[in-house]
């Protein structure tokens, strides 16, 4: 129940719109996700199925507990003590209050359970009262108060005799007795070690000093390097593969010795593929050998490679890792990635400009070269025209020469004569 | 149970004790948890301008589960206002005062809706079945059960028995 007075100003979220105090076992309705203290919901919901916030149909199974942060929320809140206008004033949080005011509190009402002829004494009263009660009514406790006063007699007197420890305790000396610190000092052997003691002392207290710096120095220096190499690593991260430690250069010829060999296999098994082809097939071998190598290399074989002109994959392998310096020809690692891959993409447009070019200056070759080609053959067509021409001509000359011999010889008239003449001159033209 | 009532409407009396009541509306008395008066006045145009009402709040123990039983006082030469809602012997046909009544509701919530009850009003006239109402009216208004209708002032209303 809300019967607490709370020390603190409450949070207008974590307060019951029924009660209006601090949600007490908050819970939640499960179809609209209002909270309220169980019992003041149980007890609405008694009166009308609606939830109290907007009205919708509500039942008692349609409530469910509240998120567990909530409940610790109010269940922290600080309350002051019921019984803090009879004068305790103890304040705790809420969850612990019952339990001080079932086993603490001195203004609590307690029962007497003391049992006397069977019979239960059962009269209420304050805690504080309660012992008083019982020793006045039921005769309790008096043995144990004598007891209790023997005791601290006893301890008293010890106190009394005991008092005097000596002055050196804190270095180790274990006398505790009567004897006053003037008449035990002559005696300690403490004594003598006293100057020993108090140089090692400072001694150890200036290394104390000097730890404490040092130390404090050890965590600057170990935050810087976390620091760094967090910044390396953000650093390595936006290179990518264009990342290169000392290490790593240092232990590229092995790798490269065996990328070479795998594109030397590569090569053997595909040699008879065209020599641009043996790029791309070796390329990812090689890439998949040597992550922080710049993967696009094999594409950019080194020049004096392209001017010799043989280009296989053994001297490719090479110009990966550049024995000299491990430098890839065409790629200038020492500038920013950025810079180096503008570079790249405006070599790509000049190149792909350049093939345009190329593509279109061979048309405008063939083109000429067809029109050139179709001139002589027509100049031909015509040479070809003018011999055949010619030929007719001695053909005719031919052909009348021996008609008239026929005509002498054979004796034969002259329209046979003609007939067979233009016969014999159709037979020769088609030549 | 009644611990729980008192320690709500102790919650609410310190409330407007310290942020004050909205225009229009004051405490004329709070001396216990039972029975609490207030003066409303509809501030603005309205056919009740200048006139000042008083309204009675009493709580039982089952306050704020239960609603308060809210009238207007008309006794002592105070009188009721003349609304289609309102009754001549003070009782106020107001659906959140029956069966629309929710525990989150609050007195001043109450009376501001009451207020603006008033303020709405295009014309000043008795509920229609006033004479019968008020010739057989229970003392306690929670003792009708109302027949909330908002559009028509044909409200019937039955007496609830003890």
Redesign the interface.
Known sequence: ???YNYVDPINANLTC?????PFTEPTTTLTCAHTFCAD?IL??L???P?C??D?TPLAPTDLGPVNPIVRSLVDELRVECVYKADGCGYVSQRQVMPLHLRDECDYAEVRCEEKEDGKTCGSSMRRMELRAHQKKVHGLWEQEQEEESLLFEETDSEEAKENHTCPHASIGCPYSGPLEPSEHLPGCPYESLKGFFTTNNAKMSLLTEQNMVLRHKVDTLEHTVHMLRKEMNAAKNALGPWFRSSYQTMSLPAHGGVARSIAGAVGVASSDLPIRMQPAVAGPSTAGFEDSVDVLAPYFPAQDEMRRGRWTPSSMADSVYGRAGGVVAPLDLGTTLEGTLEGLRESVVGLALGVDSVGRRGEIALTNETLRLGEELMSVRAQMHGLRMQVHGMMMDRNASLTMREEAGAGMGPGGAYLRAHTNFGSITKL | MA??SS??LA??LREIQSEGCPVGISLLEANDFAKWLFTIEVMGDSVYQGEVYTLQFRFDS?Y???SPAVQFVVTDGKEAPIHPHVYSNGHICASILG??????LSVIAVCVTLQSMLASCKKKERPTDNDRYVRNAPENPKKTLFHYDGEHYNFKSTYLQD
């Open positions: 129940m809300s019967l719109c029924i009660c209006r105090a003041c007890r609405a008694s009166n009308a609606s109290p916030v009205r | 611990s729980i320690r709500r919650k609410e089952h704020p589960i239960s069966n629309e009544w929710s525990p989150v």
